[in-house]
Nanobody
Framework: QVQLVESGGRLVQAGASLRLSCEFS????????VGWFRQAPGKAREFVGG????????HYGDSVQGRFTISRENAKNTVYLQMPTLKPEDTAVYYC??????????????????????WGQGTQVTVSS
């Protein structure tokens, strides 16, 4: 059974940086596209970004485009979300999600949460002003 575990979230001041990790266990990550989502209190879950199986295709949500960076390290079964210069509006629970895709979809990045079939438990990021 596939399990995803996020880590790295914590309380920081505006302008600080964080790197979140999403570690897969149970199966190798190479068959999965991985997405990051976030949900702030009272708001809908939002697509932050995602990376394809191949790692060559990455999509970002409009609110983080140009700020956040997603990468994957298959040897460590881990995907990262680098978040520099954080803002209070980045405060949310951050989730990673995996979607197992075949070889014909090596460069596919699902951007809707319903396309993912495995989810982590989330990690809280709080940015104080």
């Amino acid at each position: 059974q596939v399990q995803l575990v996020e880590s790295g979230g914590r309380l920081v001041q505006a302008g600080a940086s964080l790197r979140l990790s999403c570690e897969f266990s149970g199966r190798t990550i190479i068959s999965y596209a991985v997405g990051w989502f976030r949900q702030a209190p009272g708001k809908a879950r939002e697509f932050v970004g995602g990376i394809s199986r191949s790692g060559t295709t990455i999509h970002y949500g409009d609110s983080v485009q140009g700020r956040f960076t997603i990468s994957r390290e298959n040897a460590k079964n881990t995907v990262y979300l680098q978040m520099p210069t954080l803002k209070p509006e980045d405060t949310a629970v951050y989730y990673c999600a995996g979607r197992d895709l075949g070889v014909l979809a090596l460069n596919t990045v699902p951007v809707v949460d319903s396309a993912y079939n495995y989810w982590g438990q989330g990690t809280q990021v709080t940015v104080s002003s």
